[in-house]
Nanobody, 121 residues
Framework: QVQLVESGGGLVQPGGSLRLSCAAS????????MGWYRQAPGKQRELVAR???????NYADSVKGRFTISRDNAKKMVYLQMNSLKPEDTAVYYC???????????????WGKGTQVTVSS
């Protein structure tokens, strides 16, 4: 059973920083792309940042220059460093990963349960 568990959310003032972490565990042969999504109340879930197994990254325009995604393949973890946080960054942040459980076949999409990030003074 593959699991993704996020940590690091919380309440921060505008301009502050937070670092989110996501740990993958279970029956994992390999992990392809990993990413962070967020969903604010009344809005659709949106991509925040994504990183391939080779380290290529892409970001939502709204977070470019402020957020940095990274991963540690040996530890099966992905991180999101969030700086210069704004109230509009308030959302539940979800970890996502494309994981292969076996040497053959395609990967499957897995999601964490989410961690709340609130930016408010």
């Amino acid at each position: 059973q593959v699991q993704l568990v996020e940590s690091g959310g919380g309440l921060v003032q505008p301009g502050g920083s937070l670092r989110l972490s996501c740990a993958a565990s279970g029956s994992i042969f390999s992990i392809n792309a990993m990413g962070w999504y967020r969903q604010a109340p009344g809005k659709q879930r949106e991509l925040v940042a994504r990183i391939t197994s080779g380290g290529r990254t892409n970001y939502a325009d709204s977070v470019k220059g402020r957020f940095t995604i990274s991963r540690d393949n040996a530890k099966k973890m992905v991180y999101l460093q969030m700086n210069s946080l704004k109230p509009e960054d308030t959302a539940v942040y979800y970890c996502n990963a494309d994981i292969r459980e076996r040497p053959v076949g395609y990967g499957m999409d897995y999601w964490g349960k989410g961690t709340q990030v609130t930016v408010s003074s």
